[in-house]
């Protein structure tokens, strides 16, 4: 659902049987010293089980920290393999921790006795039963509504999820815990079960029956993984002890089961990788049921641009604004907040809100930025030009958070972000859209605009605990905001279709209005209008000269110069990683620096 791809899970779920043993078998030299582990306690099972789950949360936080922190996903797959290999040998090695190779046997039933035989043995199964129920639906805090949605768009595309304020890191450290207690919690079940517990219950290709349960199922769908775990490890791979001549050779029975496993996981990669149990993702366009009660009206926003052209130009700093005040976009549903932006009356009397001094980046022996200085006015409309290779991306990413300048220094309204990562850069106000627009591919595209919602308080401990009660007011709010949104880019009828499958300039329109679902103090806008159709680009161009109108700072990188010309106060000139001038676009135009560095580069 994250994105994790998790091949150290059977070491979590190992965890959680090894720790029920130790905490019931209590002192290993009380058991004639037959077998030797570490703790050695005599805890009643009940208690045993729920310290083993938060033993399993807090080895999961762990390994997660260690292993998803700062690594691609590709990566992290192979961390976490690693961590279960390491703990696997380091178990098998040494006796002393859970009984080496022989594991830990005779360890105690919940219910009464020890193994599957004993005489509450059904009983056990039901309470396991009853637990699995209530796990499935304390999962589901964590998988449906707003926190889910977070993680698939983590598991879509991390950066753009760090472009809108989401904790990536955070985010994926939670899957860990939660994942992490519950495997222990399962490991521990099973321990109980069966009276004992070793390395050979643990090896890899346990991992690869529960990835292709998930595969067969459905990945990201709770349902789907339900019936993966039902049909793989239990029918397929058991089903195999029973087919007429394997039945006496259960070496043979389970290397046939095996051999179902991994037909069944190429079978479903090829043909069907959705699984029989996809995700399916709520509606929220024209027809929904559930946010039917929600206007689709449109905001206005093309009458009103319209309507400001003919008063004036675009360019105009007009009237002065109270910076505490959040305005309204042409219509009562969305709200653009202009959080304490120093802006007073004028424009020559407005502070800068971004500021960058002395920027430097270097890859290889190439200088990207050299000591690039500049600064952007509070609402304003800035442009930043230059020909390609100039440096201008870098620049994007250096202020944004996703390039760490070698040297230099960041301000934003007036705080030093030099060191803050790019989620909270967007937390603070300051967001950007990339040169090839970025979406979440498989959520819809009302979806990558309701993941925006700075801070919702589904993501948070109590959203999760309290559930929707606590959070269903943010939720419909959110919704309200999105769907006018929508309707007033006329994408209402695009409203549950996947992002993945829109147009350029559809999702270029998508990518301004997830960042004006943020409510941005600022918005860098990294070519946005590139590929566009000219009625895209107008629609681009009427949307920004309005939102700066209403207090809105940009700073706008692109090569089209009539729209730069058209939108910007100010206009910065970049060429081999320096800022050569700065000046309007007339002004620049005459200048013989400027056309050498649009001519040679």
């Given amino acids: 659902m994250a994105g994790v791809l998790n091949f150290g899970y059977i070491a979590n779920l190992a965890l959680g049987a090894y720790f029920y ?68 040998t380091l178990v098998e090695a040494d006796a002393g921790i859970f009984n080496g190779n022989a594991g830990l046997s005779l360890l105690p039933n919940p219910v009464g006795g020890t193994g599957p035989t004993s005489p509450n043995g059904w009983l056990y199964v039901a309470i ?51 994942g992490g207690g519950f495997a222990a919690l399962s490991g521990a079940l099973l321990a109980a079960f069966i009276g004992a517990w070793s390395p050979s219950g643990w090896q890899f290709a346990e991992t690869l029956s529960l990835l292709t349960a998930i595969i067969v199922g459905g990945v990201a769908s709770n349902p789907g993984v339900v019936a993966g775990a039902l049909l793989v490890p239990v029918i397929f791979e058991q089903a195999t002890q029973y087919v007429p001549g394997l039945s006496s ?7 046939v089961g095996w051999m179902v496993t991994a037909v069944l996981t190429i079978v479903f990669i090829w043909w069907r990788p959705r699984g029989i149990l996809p995700d399916r993702r709520p509606r929220y366009g024209p027809g929904a049921r559930r946010w039917s009660r929600f206007s689709m009206a449109p905001l206005g926003l093309a009458s009103a641009a319209a309507d400001m052209r003919a008063d004036g130009p675009v360019g105009d700093p007009g009237p002065a604004r109270d910076p505490a005040v959040a305005t309204e976009l042409a219509g009562p549903a969305l709200t653009v907040h202009v959080r304490d932006a120093p802006v007073t009356s004028g424009a020559a009397a407005r502070a800068p809100l971004l500021a960058a001094s002395g920027l430097a980046v270097h890859y290889g022996g190439v200088a990207a930025l050299d000591a690039v200085s500049l600064e952007v006015t509070a609402g304003t409309v800035t442009g930043l030009i230059g020909p390609n290779g100039a440096g201008k991306s870098t620049f994007v990413n250096a202020v944004s958070g996703f390039t760490r300048p070698e040297a230099g220094r960041v301000k934003f309204n007036g705080t030093d972000i030099t060191g803050l990562s790019p989620h909270r850069r967007a937390r603070l106000g300051l967001v950007r859209t990339f040169q090839l627009s970025r979406q979440f591919g498989r959520l819809t595209a009302i979806e990558n605009l309701l993941v925006a919602r700075a801070r919702h308080p589904a993501e948070s401990a109590a959203g999760i605990v309290a559930g929707l009660p606590y959070w269903r007011r943010a939720e419909e ?50 070519e946005p209008l590139a590929g566009l159709s000219p009625r895209w680009s107008g629609r681009f161009e009427d949307a920004v000269g309005l939102l700066r109108q209403q207090g809105l700072t940009f700073l706008l990188i692109e090569h089209e110069l009539g729209i730069v010309e058209r939108l910007c106060e100010t206009v910065i000139v970049m060429a081999r990683g320096q800022v050569l001038t700065t000046g309007t676009m007339s002004e620049l135009r005459t200048q013989r620096e400027v056309q050498a560095a649009y001519v040679v580069g």
């Fill in 249 to 255: 050779r259960p070496q043979l029975a389970g290397d």
């Fill in 21 to 88: 043993g130790v905490l019931t078998l209590g002192p290993s030299s009380g058991n004639g010293g037959f077998q030797t582990y570490i703790i050695g306690l005599h805890l009643p099972a009940a208690l045993a089980i729920i310290v083993t789950a938060l033993v399993g949360c807090a080895f999961g936080g762990l390994v997660g920290m260690i292993g998803v922190k700062r690594l691609r996903p590709d990566y992290q797959a192979i961390v976490l393999l690693v961590v279960a290999i390491v703990a696997l």
């Fill in 128 to 178: 396991v039963f009853a637990v699995c129920v209530v796990g499935y639906l304390i999962l589901r805090r964590f998988s449906d509504g707003p926190l889910g949605r977070s993680l698939r768009a983590v598991r879509d595309d991390d950066r753009a999820a760090l472009a809108i304020g989401k904790n990536v890191v955070g985010l994926r450290i939670l899957v860990q815990v939660v």
């Fill in 477 to 526: 709010e959110n919704v309200a905001r999105a769907r006018a949104l929508m309707a007033t880019f006329e994408m209402s009828d695009k409203a549950d279709e996947p992002a993945a499958n829109l147009s350029g300039g559809e999702r270029r329109m998508l990518e301004l209005m997830r960042a004006l679902m943020t409510d941005p103090m600022m918005l860098i806008l990294d």
